[in-house]
T-cell receptor, first 118, second 113 residues
Framework: GAVVSQHPSRVICKSGTSVKIECRSL??????MFWYRQFPKKSLMLMAT?????????EQGVEKDKFLINHASLTLSTLTVTSAHPEDSSFYIC??????????????FGPGTRLTVT | EDQVTQSPEALRLQEGESSSLNCSYT??????LFWYRQDPGKGPEFLFT???AGEEKEKERLKATLTKKESFLHITAPKPEDSATYLC??????????????FGKGTSLLVTP
């Protein structure tokens, strides 16, 4: 498996401010990480793929200027929600991609960050 | 178009009452099908990956199987601690990353004593 941490676990911010969420791979070096968001009673929706040392690739409909992703090292990716609005309130979850050989590529998730924008 | 459909949406079992959860998918060229368990307010916990039809994997009371169109998660003699939402996901070849996961909506399982 893999051990993934996220910080903070919960954050409340005011509308118009920015919030940074950290995702750390604790037991191996992760070239690729992913960011998902999850609304109540809904499934996970992929927001972007974060690649170490290069720009993140965003899914259709996700504003890259609003959700800034930085993957500056093999153990850390950050998601910054800029100029947050109440509709950005959600559960944000990161994952790391762990590959083994040619066919094994598994994703392990962090514990999630609950963002509430007031 | 949904690529992953899970059924039932919710399932209530008595302790010891075995059952199966279904995950049907329409992705062509499946790279992998994944099962996760998610507890309220937590991130998904990895359970299994299945790569080819006919493959089976087991872990304690759980057994996952895969065909060319669907996967089943069999729960044998469940206990209350098995209560959770079970998520199925396939790797989405048409996303920006071929390794990203496309999730179903999940099956919410409640096991009562």
């Amino acid at each position: 498996g893999a051990v993934v941490s996220q910080h903070p676990s919960r954050v409340i911010c005011k509308s118009g401010t920015s919030v940074k969420i950290e995702c750390r791979s604790l037991d191996f070096q992760a070239t690729t990480m992913f960011w998902y968001r999850q609304f109540p009673k809904k499934s996970l929706m992929l927001m972007a793929t974060s690649n170490e040392g290069s720009k993140a690739t965003y899914e259709q409909g996700v504003e890259k200027d609003k959700f800034l992703i930085n993957h500056a090292s093999l153990t850390l990716s950050t998601l910054t929600v800029t100029s947050a609005h109440p509709e950005d309130s959600s559960f944000y979850i990161c994952s790391v991609l762990r590959t083994s050989g040619r066919i094994s590529y598994e994703q392990y998730f962090g514990p999630g960050t609950r963002l509430t924008v007031t | 178009e949904d690529q992953v459909t899970q059924s039932p949406e919710a399932l209530r079992l008595q302790e010891g009452e075995s059952s199966s959860l279904n995950c049907s998918y329409t992705v062509s060229g499946l790279r992998g099908l994944f099962w996760y368990r998610q507890d309220p307010g937590k991130g998904p916990e990895f359970l299994f990956t299945l790569y080819s039809a006919g493959e089976e994997k087991e872990k304690e009371r759980l057994k996952a199987t895969l065909t060319k169109k669907e996967s089943f998660l069999h729960i044998t003699a469940p206990k209350p601690e098995d209560s959770a939402t079970y998520l199925c996901a396939v790797q989405a070849p048409d996303s920006n990353s071929g390794y990203a996961l496309n999730f179903g909506k999940g099956t919410s399982l409640l096991v009562t004593p």
